[in-house]
RNA sequence: CGGGACGUAGCUCAGCCUGGUAGAGCACCGCGUUUGGGACGCGGUGGCCGGCGGUUCGAAUCCGCCCGUCCCGACCA
């Protein structure tokens, strides 16, 4: 079948509304393979559905490679299984009710339904099972951003793994390890996979896979000799070392009027920030604790909270008067009686810290001597940074998060009951997993990676259709022809057979990114020949009308 | 949820400060000339100026409330 420009709804745009900022927001709206609906809510058009289709086509075939079973739940689910899990409170859950007041919530993952399935296995004769769907999630989003890249609904490939003990798990976690690596190289996405918090999920382990892009909400966090990849949020970086000012046999007190920000004290007393150590007091667990890091670091919050075994919010400035007695920006981890956890930065050397009062600080503050401290890595890797593996230096790139997978072991087999009698004839939860792609937002990362300022250049193996030829005025009957010769070779065909200008039908082809274009016009003719250009190289070669469909 | 911005034709925007019968470009429709990289001329269609209330003889314009959208942050499988 050629599809007809003339008769397709492909509404292309000549400018983007003004507020899309992402190019995949942008390319995607203008090319017209998506519409807005509402904020986060998107409609895909026909050619976007399409790109969309093909996505999923090489997800389905690269799960049915590795025995995964589709199926498919629905998105109207019983706020029961998620009173079981303890999830019902996350504030991104949609709540709904029918009329007779049953309460329900629209999915946002679909661990329950698949764990409910799962406990109508039995026996570890039937372990272990592999179980997917395409399915339509909820997220009641706070901020829903840039197009695709965070929608309040949109279908996800979620997968769920059922195994009989952790060894099970971790030759299905590594199966779908490597299926997901085919599935973005087969869809054209340079991705790395990294260590990742498990987040909402709740489950032991997890590989978030990252695809560096102009726009995301990640940052990709990657050696230049190759051999390190992670999220920022975990990522190791080793700081430069600092200019210490001369040892000191113990901390001495100096005042320091005013000097209530790193740098301002750092240029009161000419030493290095670096040198220097900031006080962040936070509330866990209803205690105050003291995070301690070097002057020139940040706090990463994810590493805090992995440390603490808990979430963790700023101290209130009466809190801070109360446990430090004094204000912030004089505090210090000397005679603080509560817990001080300590970034590894601040292991060995002699650091400036507040003194506890008001105005003042202590010089030569040692770790170990002066105060005690769980050292653990709680620093914002930075620019700079050199690698934890070779030291090479870090770079550091936004990145879109595209996968995602877990171990969950029995996070969710317990709560709902999925059970299984094993062979020695005890009952055991199951050992599960799961695994995530959004088929959208490989979409965005394809065109942030690929797109430049004239359109997208979609891969073969998602573009629309293969092959666009543009009917220039009065060769209209030769680009049938050539359409018709290349539908017959089995290439998707796109037929601009529009009255439109050249340079219009040119624009519109570069912008939608059908790897190649056939032009056919009166120029080539004479010489019984057409003109085939490569989207992505913009090489074009002439050829006979008569071998097209011969050659790829 | 905090900070900022915006809402006028399908799209991009002007008009608002200083109240007085709603504009431009692109798109769309018709005719003509053009036709290998977003043409040109002539003539047209299209707007509850986001909503409600207030001030005023009179509100797109001033004031208040609400709704929506976007950006930064918080948040985020």
């Known amino acids: 079948m050629i599809a007809r420009a003339s008769q397709l709804y492909l509404p292309t745009l000549r400018e983007a509304p003004a507020d899309a900022e992402a190019l995949s927001h942008r390319l995607l709206l203008r090319g017209g393979f998506i519409r807005q609906l509402g904020a986060g809510l998107w409609t895909f058009l026909p050619l976007g559905w399409k790109v969309h289709q093909n996505i999923v086509q090489i997800i389905r075939e690269e799960m049915n490679a590795i025995g995964c079973q589709e199926m498919l739940a629905p998105v109207l689910t019983p706020a029961e299984l998620w009173e079981k899990t303890g999830r019902l409170s996350i504030p991104e859950l949609f709540h709904l009710t029918d009329r007779g007041g049953r309460p329900y919530i629209l999915a946002m993952t679909h661990e329950e339904s698949f764990t409910f399935h799962g406990a109508e296995l039995q026996s570890y004769r039937q372990l272990p099972q592999q179980w997917y769907h395409f399915g339509t999630k909820g997220r009641d989003e706070p901020r829903p951003r840039a197009g695709l890249i965070r929608m309040r609904e949109f279908i996800m490939k979620d997968a769920y793994s059922f195994d009989r003990d952790e060894e099970g798990l971790e030759v299905s976690f590594r199966r779908y390890e490597a299926a997901y690596r085919k599935i973005f190289e087969r869809c054209g996405v340079e991705t790395y996979a990294v260590q990742a918090e498990p987040g909402m999920m709740g489950g032991k382990e997890s590989v978030d896979f990252l695809a560096p892009a102009g726009s995301g909400e990640n940052t990709l966090v990657t050696c230049e000799n190759g051999d390190y990849a992670a999220d920022l949020e975990i990522a190791r970086g080793i700081p430069r070392d600092p200019e210490f000012p001369e040892r000191l046999d113990a901390p001495e007190e100096v005042e320091t009027p005013g000097a209530t920000t790193i740098d301002s004290l750092a240029e009161y007393l000419s030493i290095d920030p670096a040198a220097t150590s900031k006080a962040m007091p936070v509330v866990a667990n209803g205690s105050v604790v003291l995070a301690l890091v070097r002057g020139d670091d940040r706090l990463e919050s994810a590493k805090l909270a992995a440390t603490l075994g808990s979430d963790f919010r700023p101290a209130t400035e009466e809190e801070i008067r109360t446990a430090f007695g004094a204000d912030p920006g004089s505090l210090g981890p000397v005679g603080f009686q509560g817990e001080v956890v300590a970034d590894e930065a601040l292991r060995a050397g002699q650091f400036v810290a507040g003194a506890n009062r008001t105005g003042w600080h202590l010089r030569g503050v040692e770790q170990g001597r002066d105060f005690q401290a769980r050292v653990a890595d709680i620093r914002e890797a930075r620019e700079g940074d050199r690698c934890p593996e070779c030291g090479g230096a870090l ?42 792609i959004g088929p959208a ?69 570069d912008l939608i990114g059908c790897p190649v274009r056939v032009t056919v016009g009166k120029k080539t003719l004479e010489d019984g020949a057409v003109d085939v250009r490569d989207r992505a190289t913009g090489e074009e070669r002439r050829v006979a009308l008569a071998d097209l469909g011969k050659v790829s």
């Open 395 to 436: 770079r550091f790139q936004t990145a879109i998060e595209v996968g995602h997978i877990f171990k969950l072991g029995t996070r969710y087999s317990e709560p709902l009951g999925a059970m299984f009698l094993d062979e020695d004839g005890k009952e055991k939860p199951i050992v599960m997993g799961s695994y995530g």
């Open 441 to 509: 937002r490989v979409m965005a990362t394809i065109v942030e990676q690929r797109g430049d300022d004239r359109g997208i250049s979609w891969p073969d193996s998602v573009a629309p259709y293969a092959i666009h030829v543009v009917a220039l005025p009065g060769a209209e009957e030769q680009a049938e022809q050539a359409a018709t010769a290349l539908d017959a070779a089995c290439y998707a065909v796109l037929l601009d057979d529009r009255e439109q200008r050249a340079g219009e039908k040119f624009a519109d082809a």
